[in-house]
């Protein structure tokens, strides 16, 4: 069922509340990076658009310098977040095993990094009147890359920017909070009538089975396993832990 919530409530409680650690425990880190398999491809920290406040194990609102045509310069973000499937359990990722595989993003609103296109998006969407945030999916690789629907049906990465200047709207979605912990997350392609969702194909490799369908927006209707995400804390390597002596 579907149930308006705050999309600030919806994604910032649920990720700091996941992602804090208690101030005592009976383990402790070492200096090591835990990363198991080629060290090279193991994932680089300071790449993420917001690591760099979070380096000190201070939490900070991350603000990020940003080439949008905001008054102040300046373009705020979620924490970091992977999306998981509640279908297959698997996480939402784009061009696995390649020099550009994104497993997390920061989420932003698209009106803070570009309000000016939100009344081209909302002539162009058959579900306005829900009047939820209108987000991108900014890669923690890259703060110019965002997670989008390509013309083959398969997600990619997409020039955030570039997608809502040409008004395509690949790169844009909306999550509809339900009753439960999980979302649906709507595509504003086709008018905004689908969904993200996993599908089978016996011929595709299972993280690729993932793309878009008609989604369930009455009320008090149930929707479908394949249409149902979590919005989880960010995909990071292991850490070596030590016992205390």
Not at 99 to 114: P, Q
Not at 207 to 221: A, D, M, S, T
Not at 225 to 234: R, V
Request: aromatic share 8%.
């Amino acid at each position: 069922m579907i149930k308006t919530l705050s999309l600030i409530t919806l994604i910032s409680i649920f990720i700091v509340s996941c992602a804090s650690t208690p101030n005592k425990t009976f383990l402790k880190l070492d200096g090591s990076q835990g990363f198991a398999g080629d060290i090279s491809k193991a994932p680089d920290e300071k790449r993420a658009p917001d690591r760099a406040p979070l380096l000190n194990d201070k939490i900070k609102t991350p603000i990020l310098t940003s080439s949008s045509n905001n008054q102040d310069g300046f373009d705020p973000f979620t924490l970091p977040l992977s999306l998981r499937s509640l279908d297959t359990g698997m996480p939402l990722v784009v061009n696995l095993g390649k020099s550009d595989e994104t497993f997390n993003y920061n989420l932003r609103e698209v009106k803070a990094f570009e309000p000016s296109v939100i009344s081209d998006i909302k002539r162009v969407d058959s579900f306005a009147h829900l009047s939820l945030e209108y987000i991108q999916f900014v890669s923690a690789n890259d703060i110019n890359e965002c997670l989008g629907i390509d013309e083959s049906g398969f997600f990619m990465l997409k020039n955030c920017f570039a997608d809502l200047n040409k008004k395509k709207f690949e790169t844009v979605f909306q999550l509809i909070p339900l009753l439960s912990d999980a979302v649906e997350i709507r595509s504003l392609v086709l008018g905004g009538k689908e969904c993200i969702s996993t599908f089978f194909n016996p011929n595709l490799e299972p993280w690729q089975r993932v793309g878009i369908l008609k989604c369930e927006l009455r009320e008090g209707f149930g929707v479908d396993l394949p249409k149902l995400w979590a919005i989880m804390p960010e995909i990071r390597e292991a850490a070596i832990l030590q016992p205390l002596d």
